[in-house]
C-alpha cells in the first residue's frame, strides 16, 4: 500500500522505496529499442503510468504476510478452517506478466488459536504482490501460518494460469498449474486431507 509520494520515490508502508524515475526511464528504454516513438501522445505519459503500476504490483516486496497473523482471537475451535477461492493476481519472476488464479487455505488451530479470516486473503495479496512463482507463493503462505499460529496442520492450495504460457512462448490457453503444500497433521493425515480437497471441490 502506498503512503507517500515525494518527488519520484514512492514509500510504501514498510519504508520499501520504489524509484519512480528509474523504472519511467527503464520503460522509455524498453519503447525505443522496440522500435516505438515514445514521444507520440498516445506514449507520453504510459511510462510514468507503469512506474506507478509496477509501484502497485510489487507493494508486497519487503512486507511480511506472518504480520496478519498476529490477529489471533481464543476461540476453542480446534477443528478445520478453510478459506476457499480467494482470486490473486501475480507476476511471473522469468517474464514479468501476469499469473493469475485462486488460493485456497486451511489450517487445524490448536489451542483454540484463530486468526481473522480476512487476513488469510490478506497474505495471499501480500504474497502476490511481488515477482513470484507459484510454488512459492504456496509454501510462503503455508510456513508463515506455521510459524505464527502453530496450528495442529496447514494446507495451502494454488491454481493459476499463466500468462507466460498462454500470450507467448508454448501459448496453450486454458493450461491450470496446481500448486499444493501440506504442513503439520497434513502432511501424515490422508482423510483429514482428503476431506479439504471434497470442501475445496464443492459448490
Ligand atoms: N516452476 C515454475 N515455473 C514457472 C513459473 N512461472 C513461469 N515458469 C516457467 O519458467 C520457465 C522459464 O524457462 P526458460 O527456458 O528459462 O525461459 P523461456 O525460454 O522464456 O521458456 P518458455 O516459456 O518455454 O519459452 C518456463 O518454463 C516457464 O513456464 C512458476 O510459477 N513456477
Ligand atoms: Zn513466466
Known sequence: MCLLQEENIVINTNSH?????KIEQ??????EAVGEDPSREGLLDT?????KMYAEIFSGLQEDPKEYFKTVFHEGHEELVLVKDIPFYSTCEHHLVPFFGKAHIAYIP???VVTGLSKLARAVETVSKRPQ???RITSTIADSL???LN????YVMVEA???????????KPGAKTVTAVSRGIFETDDIKRAEIMTYINMN
Do not use: F
Open 151 to 154: 496450528p495442529h496442520g496447514v
Open 47 to 51: 511510462p510514468k503510468r507503469v512506474a
Open 146 to 148: 506455521m510459524e505464527t
Open 133 to 135: 512463482l507459484q510454488e
Open 110 to 112: 490448536r489451542d483454540g
Open 26 to 31: 527503464a520503460v522509455t528504454m524498453i519503447l
Open 161 to 171: 494460469e499463466h500468462m507466460c504460457m498462454t500470450m507467448r512462448g508454448i501459448k
Open 17 to 21: 522505496k520504489v524509484d519512480l524515475n
